[in-house]
């Protein structure tokens, strides 16, 4: 298989205020970048039709606007470990069962009044005809015009009137709009970029404000506790007790509504400096154990906590690609992802024991590529998402004391479908399930 390494930002190299402030830069060598628009092997150029037959037939939002395409995501992830053009039909052909067409929207989006419709999903399709149009006005520079449209903002931050860019309000729907702009640049995809701009704008939300607007930033005691240490506090913090009767979905605006400023707490308390590499290293392994150091074999795991691990994979994707002065902003919209995820998925206990303590037996990063790829869950697209997010920490890394590897191993041998759902969310997917699937095969 063919790649590339980029050591150059791709849509920062034409930053010309791009920070090199130590406490918010977080310097990090690219990932392999797979340039799968111009590869020529076999399953390259499967990958680059299937993208592009998912952009042109399905719609990146359906079932009532509420789930998400994950048709590149897992294209994307079975490619990168290996997988057989003859696997990656088998996936596209999976995904084409359940993703909707495309249908009209309103009305369309001009460049005078794109910003309007933002946080309005039936406008999907204009989105993208819009950043379509844009694309050509651009030459097909499509990295110059991520530049342009996530870093544009209008007016001073605080004050009336201000428009914050769309890069500080990656974390809303869930985080997909983070995820699939890292696969944008992981894939070196114009087709994936076009899709996360388009999600970014439907899906904005409230959740820009605490980036936007410098009042919620707050000093905090110069403790400096790590992200886990933080989840362990607030897992014993009785300002939460009783707000939630099970996990599930809807329960993130009740937190907000109702524990805005204790929740904010944990996000404050968190700092980068004065080693944001560190940091951020700590915030990935804290990512790993929330998903697997919580489960035990009579659950599932949580559904929600995996978008924590694909979020911080791609915060890692994209940190080497962004202009340096939105690094921070960056890390700390996951941290407050990551902090309101596991408070409204009531706090289960964190257990990095139950990780350090796995037995190898000899199993290894080929074992766990070779069982992403074969095991029953190889379609489930968060399963191999979460597994390669793993595998990456682990390169970043260097993981010598194997947590990254052996949370891995015990993760896909141990895996058996995804839970933390409410039951209005278990409703809502078996609405959309075929008769013939069985809850937990395929989730969005």
Not at 133 to 156: C, I, N, P, R, T
Not at 182 to 197: D, F, P
Not at 203 to 224: C, M, N
């Amino acid at each position: 298989m063919s790649i590339i390494n980029i050591s150059l930002p791709f849509f920062s190299r034409r930053a010309t205020h791009s920070s090199s402030d130590p406490s918010t830069s977080i310097k990090l060598d690219s990932v392999p970048i797979h340039r799968v628009e111009t590869l020529h092997s076999k399953p390259a150029r499967t990958l680059k039709h299937l993208i592009k037959a998912n952009h042109a037939n399905h719609s990146v939002i359906y079932h009532d606007l509420r789930f998400h395409n994950h048709a590149p995501h897992i294209l994307g992830s079975a490619y990168i470990l290996g997988g057989t053009s003859e696997h990656l039909n088998a996936i596209y052909a999976k995904e084409d069962t359940k993703l909707e067409p495309w249908h009209d929207a309103p009305s369309e989006i001009s460049k005078e009044d794109w910003r309007d419709f933002l946080g309005k999903r039936n406008y999907q399709r204009a989105y993208i005809d819009f950043f379509e149009d844009q694309l050509v006005q651009y030459g097909y520079d499509w990295e110059k015009m991520l530049h342009d449209f996530l870093y544009a903002e209008e007016g001073e931050p605080g004050k009336e009137g201000f428009k914050g860019p769309l890069i500080n309000n990656m974390i809303s729907g869930l985080g997909h709009p983070l995820i699939h702009l890292g696969y944008a640049v992981e894939l070196h995809s114009k087709t994936v970029a076009i899709e996360a701009l388009t999600l970014v704008a439907c899906f904005y939300d409230d959740w820009h404000k605490y980036l936007d607007d410098p009042k919620y930033t707050k000093a905090v005691p110069d403790t400096k506790p790590t992200p886990l240490e933080l989840l362990h506090k607030a897992e014993q913090d009785k300002q939460f007790d009783g707000m939630f009767s099970e996990p599930g979905g809807d329960n993130l605006s009740e937190l907000f509504e109702k524990k805005e400023d204790a929740l904010l707490e944990y996000w404050n308390a968190w700092e980068l400096h004065p080693d944001p590499k560190d940091q951020f290293h700590l915030s990935q392994r804290a990512a790993v154990a929330i998903l697997v150091g919580t489960h035990d074999a009579s659950h599932q795991y949580d559904f929600f906590f995996c978008h924590l691990l694909t979020t911080s994979h791609a915060v890692r994707i994209l940190l080497p690609a962004i202009e340096s002065r939105w690094h921070k902003n960056l890390v700390r919209q996951w941290w407050l992802f990551t902090a309101s995820v596991y408070i409204a998925q009531t706090r289960p206990r964190i257990s990095e024991a139950s990780i350090n303590d796995v037995k190898l037996d000899g199993r290894d990063w080929k074992w766990v590529d070779h069982h992403i790829l074969t095991s029953k869950w190889s379609m489930d697209a968060h399963h191999v998402k979460a597994a390669r997010a793993m595998k990456e920490a682990a390169a970043t890394w260097g993981d010598k004391d194997q947590f990254f590897m052996k949370a891995a191993v015990k993760f896909v041998s141990e895996f058996n479908g995804w839970g933390g759902f409410s039951a209005a969310d278990r409703k809502a997917r078996e609405e959309r399930l075929s008769k013939t699937e069985l809850l937990g095969t395929t989730m969005d």
